[in-house]
């Protein structure tokens, strides 16, 4: 298996524009989550899917920032408009439960940087 | 709400061992995982304790203790690729909440 796969793997952009960052779970993993990762507020889950639909969003920061997952084999994350402190990591992970153990698998993120 | 400390920093020796700590206070428990980091990439999984009691996997371990909300990963012969941060997370339903991380650097 690849893995979790994001895309791009790095974003460079200017603030005001909308940065859409992408992610492809794990074949047969029915929850994906988001995570932003900053060296001052460290790893944050902003939202996760469970068999495509929103469960938690309670993490997204602002209206700014929206998330989808229109089928099992891809989900995205928009920010519009983007700021300068929204520079940071983005994670996508996927997990499914074996009996009583979810481990969440995370795919390699995407470095944004707002100018 | 969820509130979990690890120190930031720990120094080592290679081939020694090392004990990195997490304390948490959760309003849910379902698991506590470890997670390590090398820079500029993702993290990946090392452990899973639900019980209390010791979890032993090759050259790593992790200790759970949950009437004191307390874990700990421990790492026996050191290697030199083993300088890396370590997250302590906590499961509440199906979410994670990461700890800030240890960053270990590992020393000749």
């Known amino acids: 298996d690849a893995g979790v796969i994001q895309s791009p793997r790095h974003e460079v952009t200017e603030m005001g524009q909308e940065v859409t960052l992408r992610c492809k779970p794990i074949s047969g993993h029915n929850s994906l989550f988001w995570y932003r990762q900053t060296m001052m507020r460290g790893l944050e889950l902003l939202i996760y899917?469970?068999?495509?639909?929103?469960?938690?969003d309670s993490g997204m920061p602002e209206d700014r920032f929206s998330a989808k997952m229109p089928n099992a084999s891809f989900s995205t994350l928009k920010i519009q408009p983007s700021e300068p402190r929204d520079s940071a990591v983005y994670f996508c992970?996927?997990?499914?439960?074996?009996?009583?153990?979810?481990?969440?698998?995370f795919g390699p993120g995407t470095r944004l940087l707002v100018l | 709400g969820q509130n979990i400390d690890q120190p930031t920093e720990m120094t080592a020796t290679e081939g020694a061992i090392v004990q990195i700590n997490c304390t948490y206070q959760?309003?849910?428990?379902?698991?506590l995982f470890w997670y390590q980091q090398h820079a500029g990439e993702a993290p990946t999984f090392l452990s899973y304790?639900?019980?209390?009691g010791l979890e032993e996997k090759g050259r790593f371990s992790s200790f759970l203790s949950r009437s004191k909300g307390y874990s700990y990963l421990l790492l026996k012969e050191l290697q030199m690729k083993d300088s890396a941060s370590y997250l302590c997370a906590v499961a509440a339903g199906r979410a994670l909440t990461f700890g800030s991380g240890t960053r270990l650097q590992v020393q000749p």
């Open positions: 959760t309003s849910g428990f379902n698991g």
């Open positions: 992970a996927s997990s499914t439960p074996p009996s009583n153990q979810e481990t969440q698998y």
């Open positions: 899917f469970n068999n495509n639909v929103p469960i938690d």
């Open positions: 304790n639900v019980l209390d």
